[in-house]
């Protein structure tokens, strides 16, 4: 079992940044890809950027493309996702998720482990 725990959310004016943060514990997640996801009030969870075991490939939604950054530190058994130029329509709930394969994914159904959400409003 992974259990997963988001921090770094946070309230932010619009063209700001927030550093969102996953620490995982229970097994080592070098082993697993890694993806971010955000559902807002009223939608559909989506797809917001993915990672695969070793940090050398990532894949985002074309939204958030040239202002989020996922990143992971395997050592420290974290994965992590800058957001820069924050929008309003960034606002929503952030999830981590852990996928039981080393192979990076867009498909949330694909992901064994979520972590809580952390909140991010961005202010107009």
């Known amino acids: 079992q992974v259990q997963l725990v988001e921090s770094g959310g946070g309230l932010v004016q619009a063209g700001g940044s927030l550093r969102l943060s996953c620490a995982a514990s229970?097994?080592?997640?070098?082993?697993?890809?890694m993806g971010w996801f955000r559902q807002a009030p009223g939608k559909e969870r989506e797809f917001v950027a993915t990672?695969?075991?070793?940090?050398?490939?990532?894949q985002y939604v074309d939204s958030v493309k040239g202002r989020f950054t996922i990143s992971r530190d395997n050592a420290k058994n974290t994965v992590y996702l800058q957001m820069n130029n924050l929008k309003p329509e960034d606002t929503a709930v952030y999830y981590c998720?852990?996928?039981?394969?080393?192979?990076?994914?867009?498909?949330?159904?694909?992901?064994?482990?979520w972590g809580q959400g952390t909140q991010v409003t961005v202010s107009s």
């Open positions: 998720a852990a996928r039981g394969t080393i192979l990076r994914s867009t498909n949330q159904n694909s992901y064994d482990y």
């Open positions: 229970g097994r080592t997640i070098s082993r697993y890809a």
């Open positions: 990672i695969n075991f070793s940090g050398g490939l990532t």
